[in-house]
């Protein structure tokens, strides 16, 4: 490898801020630009001033070809009209967003999340919650870029259009927002860091009707990326696709704003690893099975069973990975291959990543990898031969499938830090951001946290199901029980005979059950 001497960084969200630290620390590079096409740093945790448009091209989102890359201007720098394509760089953030993940596993090892708590997080979950609001999260990584000078190395309003390698160097095109026009140039980089994230651009699947249904009413369809709080669904008969976390929280948030009951397509889909399906356990959550098609406003499920005058369908179906400015770096199911350690692309590891995994111990590992990406660029950390990275990765996919598993660290936090970190090794001369030696205490604390968030969920869950109780009694029901059994006995097979029972005991006639 050439020597390094001028790194772009691309993105300036957790990930991208942390990796300003590791190059910085390094003190051997002349040249660190971040690019950055928000106005601010945060990346997920940067909320819109604006509501987020519609949704568009529904089948490019379903083929998860969205996000394509876009034509350069012939000649730089130039200014040019704005482009029309949506790039998705709007925020998934609602007033009440908080963090599901205890702080202390979740922050920077050097830099502790302040212990601000929200009213509604401490009334969730104690006073001594582990959960923080998202405005903390975006100050906290406000914070991390705006020291040591290293807001003047980022660039805002600034998009990567492209980064190819010519010789050498990396050409990297740009694009700055204006407010009529955009301006394009190039800048010349020995090496790229790509922090750009994975959670932008929302996967809508392909559904017979959908689209139809989407004309019918412009905006009834949505993404939980779109979401941005309850009040919007007031007696509006939803229904959530999903099971992971943002299906459930939303549903669970919708329980009492919207038409009872929202109805959660989770039946055979995959709920998230750590949270599993307790949050649809509510009796009035309607637990369906995959959607088959939709007819004007009617959602049919592959069962037989259907709901008539649907409002909003919102699909909490996750997220596509794009990379619209590297062209020449494939995608494959839902996944960036050839990169080792899921840092190092291994046909050029002057280019590489930093958050190229699925949610876990996020941040920290995000520092790991910078730490080992700054290491590799300084020419102070030496990488196995290319038949080894090749190895590492394909024993990777005997192991856990070539999808989106295969960037799951959980559970083996510690081997991968400890790998990455032997990797990265102490740095040169006491130059370099240290990484301390993996700490059991955060994987405990980790896990400690999933099980508050699904105590939560019992206990509101439980309470629920007592309130039916009580509404059920005064019901006739043509001879079905009506006293109270625990929810596995009494699920969601009794209620879906009850066509629909709101929250005060009426049943709402117009619902197909
Ligand atoms: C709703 C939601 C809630 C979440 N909650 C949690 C949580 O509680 N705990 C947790 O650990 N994780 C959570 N996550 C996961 C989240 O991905 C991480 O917290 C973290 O934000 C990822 O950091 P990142 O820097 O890799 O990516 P991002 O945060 O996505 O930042 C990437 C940045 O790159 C910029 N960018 C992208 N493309 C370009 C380009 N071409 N040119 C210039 N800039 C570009 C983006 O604008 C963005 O600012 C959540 C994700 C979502 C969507
Ligand atoms: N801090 C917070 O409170 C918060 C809130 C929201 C999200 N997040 C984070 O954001 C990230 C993304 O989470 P996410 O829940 O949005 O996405 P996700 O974890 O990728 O889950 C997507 C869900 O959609 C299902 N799905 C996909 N296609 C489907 C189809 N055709 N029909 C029915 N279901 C389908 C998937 O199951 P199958 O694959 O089996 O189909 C899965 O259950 C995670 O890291 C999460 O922790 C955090």
Same mark, same amino acid.
């Given at each position: 490898m050439v020597a390094v001497k001028r790194v772009a960084v691309i993105g300036a969200g957790p990930a991208g801020a942390i990796t300003i630290d590791a190059l910085a620390k390094e003190?051997?590079? @002349?040249l660190i630009r971040v690019f950055e096409r928000?106005?601010? &740093?945060?990346?997920?945790w940067l909320a819109d001033k604006q509501p987020p448009p519609l949704l568009s091209d529904l089948a490019a989102l379903a083929s998860r070809s969205a996000d394509a890359p876009i034509p350069l201007p012939d000649r730089l720098p130039a200014q040019r009209p704005k482009i029309a394509n949506p790039r998705y760089a709007e925020s998934s953030i609602y007033p009440y967003l908080e963090t599901n993940i205890d702080s202390i596993p979740m922050e920077f090892t050097q830099e502790p999340i302040p212990a601000e708590r929200s009213q509604r997080s401490i009334a969730l #979950?104690? #006073? @001594? $919650? &582990?959960f923080r609001h998202w405005s903390v999260m975006q100050r906290y990584i406000q914070g991390l870029v705006d020291r040591n000078g290293y807001q003047d190395l980022v660039s805002y309003n600034t998009t990567v259009e492209r980064a190819e390698k010519v010789g050498h160097e990396w050409k990297v095109t740009l694009r700055k927002d204006g407010a009529e026009k955009d301006y394009w140039w190039v800048e010349w980089f020995d090496a790229v860091v790509v922090?750009?994230? #994975? +959670?932008s651009v929302p996967y809508v699947p392909a559904i017979e009707g959908l689209e139809q249904f989407e004309k019918l009413r412009p905006g009834s369809v949505m993404h939980s990326k779109q979401f941005r709080g309850k009040e919007y669904f007031q007696g509006k008969r939803v229904v959530i696709v999903g099971a992971s976390v943002s299906g459930a929280d939303v549903a669970v948030d919708l329980v009492n704003t919207a038409v009872s009951p929202v109805y959660a397509v989770v039946s055979g889909h995959r709920a998230n690893a750590y949270f599993g399906d307790e949050a649809f356990n509510h009796s009035q959550i309607s637990k369906q099975p995959s959607i088959s098609r939709i007819e004007a406003r009617n959602v049919h499920f592959v069962d037989g069973n259907s709901v008539r005058d649907v409002d909003n369908i919102i699909f909490g179906t996750g997220y596509s990975w794009t990379l619209p400015f590297l062209p020449q770096v494939e995608v494959r199911n839902n996944r960036v291959p050839n990169l080792y350690q899921h840092v190092v692309y291994q046909k050029d590891p002057t280019l590489l990543f930093v958050g190229a995994v699925a949610a876990g111990l996020t941040f920290k590992i995000f520092e790991y990898q910078a730490v080992l990406a700054a290491r590799i660029l300084a020419g102070r950390a030496i990488l196995p031969p290319l038949a080894e990275q090749e190895k590492w990765e394909q024993d990777r996919i005997a192991a856990r499938g070539d999808g989106p598993k295969f960037t799951l660290v959980f559970p083996d936090f510690e081997d991968y830090f400890e790998d990455v970190r032997a990797l990265a090794g102490p740095g040169e001369h006491g130059l370099g951001r240290q990484l301390p030696p993996f700490k059991r205490e955060w994987f405990k604390a980790f896990l400690d946290g999933h099980e508050l968030r699904k105590k939560m969920w019992r206990r509101i869950n439980a309470q629920a199901w007592d309130e039916l109780d009580v509404n059920l009694n005064g019901l006739d029901l043509g001879g079905q029980k009506k006293t109270r059994s625990p &929810? &596995? $006995? +009494?699920?969601p097979d009794l209620l879906n005979k009850i066509p629909n029972v709101t929250q005060r005991g009426r049943l709402d006639p117009s619902i197909v059950g």
């Open positions: 003190k051997s590079f @002349d928000r106005e601010a &740093p945060g990346g997920c #979950h104690g #006073h @001594d $919650t &582990p922090a750009s994230g #994975h +959670y &929810p &596995p $006995t +009494y699920g």
